[in-house]
């Protein structure tokens, strides 16, 4: 069954540290995968997706993300964390020629100045 | 571009009534709306997928009958929470895609909150 895994429930990190956001995926063919950020009370806001090419995906807000098969794993990094980046971050996995998407349970990511 | 926004924002009801919340994709037609539940601290949960025209694909375990969603046209989606009881106060959120304007790819309502009381 498909299935998306994010380890760290909580990530605290100072400002102007990176970052890096844990995803495993189980998926049995290709998969898309995704993604998004939350902020509080907001729906969702697309950060980056891969499809195929490139496995070092880059995305807005300075964030990138890069798809590793052999370890089933789409982490999501950035190399200095501001304050306003703080929010929940969701790792989704879709399949090809679905339009469903599955999403791990989030990261929240706390921001100290 | 790639606006969908949700009405209402939040809404409070009173259990045994029910409740419709709007999702709008704004500046561009949706061929493919879909409705998730969020509760608190955890992840999304897909509740349903529509076609415009067409009858909702409803999750296994997601009641038809009591999350009722029309897609009408293009542009506009509902979900009506028939008889609603506390147990489903939780955050709605609706997203919309379509393949011309980007493949795979779902663009995000802010969401609704609904307390049943």
């Known amino acids: 069954a498909q299935s998306v895994t994010q380890p760290d429930i909580h990530i605290t990190v100072s400002e102007g540290a990176s970052l890096e956001l844990r995803c495993n995926y189980s998926?049995?063919?290709?998969?898309?995968l995704f993604w998004y950020v939350q902020s509080p009370g907001q729906g969702l806001q697309l950060l980056l997706k891969?499809?195929?090419?490139?496995?070092l995906v880059q995305g807005i807000k300075g964030f990138e993300a890069e798809f590793k098969r052999s370890q089933s794993s789409f982490n999501l990094r950035k190399p200095s964390v501001h304050w306003s980046d703080a929010a929940e971050y969701f790792c989704?996995?879709?399949?090809?020629?679905?339009?469903?998407?599955?999403f791990g349970t989030g990261t929240r990511l706390q921001v100290f100045p | 571009g790639a606006v969908v926004s949700q009405h209402p924002s939040r809404v409070i009801c009173k259990s045994g009534t029910s409740v419709k919340i709007e999702c709008r994709s704004l500046?561009?037609?949706?061929?493919?709306m879909f409705w998730y539940r969020q509760f608190p601290k955890q992840s999304l949960m897909l509740m349903a997928t529509?076609?415009?025209?067409?009858?909702?694909?409803?999750e296994q375990g997601v009641e038809k009958d009591k999350f009722l969603i029309n897609h009408a046209s293009l542009t506009l989606s509902t979900l009506t929470v028939t008889s609603a009881h506390p147990e489903d106060s939780s955050f709605y959120i609706c997203?919309?895609?379509?393949?011309?304007?980007?493949?795979?790819?779902?663009?995000f309502g802010p969401g609704t909150r609904l307390t049943v009381l």
């Open positions: 500046d561009f037609q949706a061929t493919t």
């Open positions: 989704a996995v879709g399949a090809v020629n679905t339009d469903k998407l599955i």
């Open positions: 997203s919309a895609s379509n393949p011309t304007l980007s493949t795979d790819t779902q663009y």
């Open positions: 529509s076609n415009e025209g067409s009858k909702a694909t409803y």
């Open positions: 998926y049995g063919a290709t998969p898309y």
């Open positions: 891969y499809f195929s090419g490139d496995t």
